[in-house]
Nanobody
Framework: QVEFVESGGGLVQPGGSLRLSCTAFGSTVDRDPLGWFRQAPGKEREGVACISGVDGSTGYGDSVKGRFTISRDNAKNTVYLQMNNLKPEDTAVYYC?????????????????WGQGTQVTVSS
């Protein structure tokens, strides 16, 4: 069974940057769509970004467009999330996930395999 190991979270000041990594172990995910989600206290789980396993095309949630970039390195079985110009409202636990659907929207219910989450805190 595939397991995801996430890293790169931490505490940063507003305007700062972080790069999250999520590596899959136990199975290759090169054919699978991958996504990043986040959940802040008192809020619903939110889709952040997704990347296709077919052609590498990407999609983003409206709140992060222009600031976040998702990418993948299939040779390393890893997906990344580059986060720039971070805002306090970006504070959340960030999760990576894989979907069995070819081109899924960034909806949590369409993703079956999840990482453990990593905390991102944006505060001055």
């Amino acid at each position: 069974q595939v397991e995801f190991v996430e890293s790169g979270g931490g505490l940063v000041q507003p305007g700062g940057s972080l790069r999250l990594s999520c590596t899959a172990f136990g199975s290759t995910v090169d054919r699978d769509p991958l996504g990043w989600f986040r959940q802040a206290p008192g809020k619903e789980r939110e889709g952040v970004a997704c990347i296709s396993g077919v052609d590498g095309s990407t999609g983003y949630g409206d709140s992060v467009k222009g600031r976040f970039t998702i990418s993948r390195d299939n040779a390393k079985n890893t997906v990344y999330l580059q986060m720039n110009n971070l805002k306090p409202e970006d504070t959340a636990v960030y999760y990576c996930a894989a979907s069995p659907i070819s081109r899924p929207p960034i909806l949590a219910r369409l993703y079956d395999y999840w990482g453990q989450g990593t905390q991102v805190t944006v505060s001055s």
